[in-house]
């Protein structure tokens, strides 16, 4: 999967965009077909958050956090089905807001997963796309 990116501009300053990128309170207020958000831990590298969507029939991702840099950033990784994803948020101050960039990363490792990775890559990035509207129509309220 090439690399996707998708930006939004905030009118909040990066320090109250960030809680909302990875906080268990606040990830479900925004992320569309998520059943549950669980975070083993106080925030930081290395705590596991575990993601539980109804697409596909319900999906557990088991996640990492492998960047913690508030209020600028921070990204997650975990692997299904043979694909390993990154994921980032990259906050930076914008005249007062925020821009706020999510970026995506997949690689296959594998035969099945080169070929799963076309069929969801389009829904995935329309997913992605709508849930970080969402989260800018909330910080905007």
Sequence with gaps: ????????????????????LLEQDKVPQWTSDLERYD???PLGVGTRVTQK???AG???LDMEITEYSPPSGAATAFETNGVKVTSAYILAEN???TRLTQT?????????AKMLIPIVQGRLEGKL??????LKGLLEG
Excluded: C, Y
């Design 129 to 134: 796309k709508e849930d970080l509207e969402r």
């Design 95 to 97: 005249g007062g807001g």
């Design 58 to 60: 319900g999906i557990a």
């Design 104 to 112: 995506l990363d997949a690689q296959a490792s594998g035969f099945t």
């Design 1 to 20: 999967m090439p690399n996707f990116s998708h930006s939004i501009e905030v009118s909040k300053p990066p320090s109250e965009v960030f809680p909302w």
């Design 53 to 55: 969507l109804t697409v």
């Design 39 to 41: 975070v083993d831990g």
